[in-house]
């Protein structure tokens, strides 16, 4: 019903095209004379309608036609008209028809053409010109924008202001670094030059707010137009992605998502070429698959087409849901989920008896820094003991390959958790040692976008209002992605031939103020807007880490963003086998000082803090 005049247009344009194309052909009088005529023009009234209608040019809301919209009209009455020479040349043949003039076909193809795509032309022309009557009628006195970005990011944002009065929003032009596009007009928006020229075309412009439409731009060179907005005191704002924009209609008037990306400061890293062939054909093992950089790694490696991927983990809902999504995303490959806890050794035996992991990469741990402080036998558990159990399975099972996640903590650790870590590397490149297996350790910083990390959690309390609540003003982290996460595990899974460690080039710690900041910027704010309010260091926590110990030698790795590190000499193994045992029987006592002396011991750079309870039931024996 939608496109009833459109249809009702085109059934009184078809006759008349034919009498057009006819009257051009020969003379008017001798239209009436020419046999081919009527059965020609029946033909065209009954073929054509029925042909637009199958290739669907009456169900399209010819309101927002585009060119692709156009040259389906131009295909639908080209093949037409195909038909129609075709139907012609059998009347022909079969002695219905005594000729039919090649020129009548061909001029009534393109009077077709023209006639079928101005009615749908019009349609639009004439719902532009009513929307720009009304918009002139609405118009409220806006802000004058400026768009930095004419591709097509940008000419999104602008059509959304010029059909949307009540934004407010008056677009004065655009800048954009691509000399092709400057001088030129865009929805009769012109683009008045490059970004080195901001400071002077606002003044010209007289612009009071700033839209960034470059979903494809680096961190920092947004995070440079930014302050550049800042400092001529202007509102400046982001928009999301196309992706984003089309996923989750996202409309100018809406706050960007801030990519976790924009916020590192530096260049995000990638994956090299090839450097994730050695998981093809392999049957691939992930412990904690269903967490932030479990899950991450299963899509990676899934793309690398292992021939099986098994999925194991403790949390049914988040292995449920990993498992779903890889088969989805790769019905080839084929996926195992596990539910198994890595404490429990003799469930790690039976299911690598079963399932033959060629290579397992090791996710799963406690990570939280206050919460293992008041829950030590868990980090001490889970950390130590659950590792020492999984590669101990591995390694009876015939794995060829265990590469373990650790983390920046586990360097001069101050925490339980990072002892844990640290004590959990240990274990594994005394494994390497001992049975000339390749296992190695990745060492991480902070991860953004993983769950519990500082980014979603700065995110809510910005969206609140704030405050932003930061422990202490001078603390600096080293900050890596979620994927660069990944991709240091699996480069470095194919690089290592035992007992290795490797961290990832990160570059400068970043003050986590700044990193705030930052995130204030990107979500359309002033740092001003949103109060900061400093808590205070918790329990376990340093103000910096490092990222490898004292004395220890550092060599990058040729062509790639890792470096190798080869530490102070770690304890003997029979120092590492009594650490176990005494870990073992104090978290079975569930002592807390005993946990202590025992990391202590083992770990001679391991300060912990003076004992206190922390939520355990002995605090201090």
Request: aromatic fraction near 6%; include cysteine; glycine fraction near 8%.
């Amino acid at each position: 019903m939608r496109n009833r005049y459109v249809l009702a247009a085109d059934l009184l344009l078809i006759p008349l095209v034919v009498f057009l194309a006819f009257s051009l052909r020969f003379d008017l009088k001798l239209i009436w004379r020419a046999p081919e005529f009527v059965p020609f023009l029946v033909t065209a009234l009954i073929l054509k309608p029925t042909l637009f209608y199958a290739f669907g040019l009456y169900a399209r809301f010819w309101r927002y036609a585009s060119l692709n919209d156009m040259l389906l009209v131009v295909f639908v009455v080209s093949v037409a008209s195909l038909l129609m020479a075709l139907l012609s040349g059998v009347a022909v043949l079969s002695g219905v028809l005594t000729g039919v003039s090649r020129a009548v076909v061909l001029m009534d193809w393109l009077l077709t053409v023209f006639a079928i795509a101005g009615v749908r032309v019009s349609v639009r022309a004439i719902g532009e010109s009513w929307e720009r009557s009304r918009i002139g009628s609405e118009r409220l006195e806006g802000k004058r924008v400026l768009i930095i970005g004419a591709g097509e990011a940008g000419a999104i944002v602008l059509r959304e202001m010029q059909r949307n009065p009540q934004l407010e929003l008056d677009p004065v032009g655009f800048l954009d670094d691509d000399g092709r596009k400057q001088g030129k007009r865009i929805h009769g928006t012109l683009v008045m030059g490059g970004t080195a020229t901001l400071e002077r075309t606002v003044k010209i412009g007289r612009i009071e707010e700033v839209v960034i439409a470059m979903p494809k731009a680096s961190g920092p060179f947004v995070r440079d137009l930014v302050e550049r907005c800042q400092a001529l005191g202007l509102h400046c704002r982001t928009i999301p992605g196309i992706f984003e924009l089309l996923d989750e209609q996202v409309s100018v008037s809406r706050l960007r998502t801030v990519d976790i990306a924009d916020l590192l400061r530096r260049s995000e890293i990638h994956l090299s070429d090839g450097a994730d062939a050695y998981l093809s054909g392999r049957t691939v093992m992930i412990t904690g698959a269903g967490g932030s950089i479990g899950s991450e790694l299963c899509r990676q490696v899934a793309r690398a087409r292992p021939r099986r991927l098994i999925l194991l983990g403790h949390g049914e809902n988040s292995i449920f849901e990993a498992q779903g999504e890889i088969r989805r995303a790769f019905p080839r490959v084929d996926v195992v989920a596990v539910i198994a806890d890595i404490r429990d050794s003799p469930r790690l035996h039976r299911v690598m008896a079963a399932w033959r992991p060629e290579i397992v990469l090791h996710a799963a741990a406690h990570k939280h820094v206050p919460l293992m402080e008041e829950n030590p036998q868990e980090a001490i558990s889970n950390n130590v003991l659950g590792t020492k159990r999984v590669v101990d399975a591995a390694i009876a099972q015939g794995v060829e390959r265990f590469v373990m996640i650790s983390t920046d903590k586990a360097v001069a650790p101050s925490s339980l958790m990072g002892a844990s870590k640290r004590l959990a590397e240990i274990i594994v490149r005394d494994t390497a040692r001992r049975t000339g297996r390749a296992c190695l350790v990745v060492r991480f910083g902070n991860v953004l976008g993983s769950r519990g990390s500082v980014v979603p959690i700065f995110k809510r309390q910005i969206e609140a209002g704030g405050p932003v609540t930061i422990t202490h003003p001078d603390m600096r982290r080293f900050f890596m992605t979620i994927p660069e996460a990944v991709h240091l595990v699996l480069q470095a899974g194919g690089l290592g031939s035992g007992g290795e460690l490797f961290v990832l080039n990160m570059g400068e710690p970043v003050r986590i103020v700044d990193l705030a900041q930052d995130l204030m910027r990107l979500s359309g704010y002033q740092p001003d807007d949103i109060p900061i309010t400093f808590t205070g260091l918790r329990p376990g926590e340093k103000l910096e880490e490092e990222l490898w110990e004292k004395g220890s030698r550092v060599t990058d790795v040729p062509g790639l963003d890792l470096r190798r590190i080869i530490e102070p000499d770690d304890p003997a193994p029979a120092m590492v086998a009594h650490t176990i045992d005494k870990l073992e029987r104090a978290v079975a006592a569930d002592d807390h000082m005993q946990m202590i002396e025992a990391l202590a011991s083992c770990i001679p750079t391991f300060v912990p803090e003076s004992p206190r309870a922390h939520g355990s039931p002995h605090p201090a024996r």
